[in-house]
């Protein structure tokens, strides 16, 4: 099945490039602004995970609270590999 596909991709000459925001590895993209927008992002996130976190524990839902908990903290480490 696999030599179908790509049988049928070259016969139609198919391009298999993906395209993206980060895929296509476009300098100016890839800049300092992005790097930025990706840092605030990760941020903005984190704290939605602990303030739901927080709520969790509030509403008495421990299981959710730590649930959470355990998002927030994870982002630190995605924090890192943004920076």
Given at each position: ?83
């Amino acid at each position: 099945m696999g030599r179908d596909v790509a049988g049928f991709a070259q016969k139609n000459e198919i391009g298999c490039r993906i395209v993206g925001r980060f895929l296509g590895f476009d300098q100016q993209q890839m800049g300092e602004g992005a790097a930025g927008e990706g840092v605030a992002l990760v941020v903005f996130v984190g704290l939605i995970y602990a303030y739901i976190s927080a709520e969790q524990f509030y509403l008495e839902n421990p299981s959710m609270g730590v649930v959470y908990a355990g998002y927030a903290f994870s982002n630190i480490g995605l924090w890192v590999l943004v920076r």
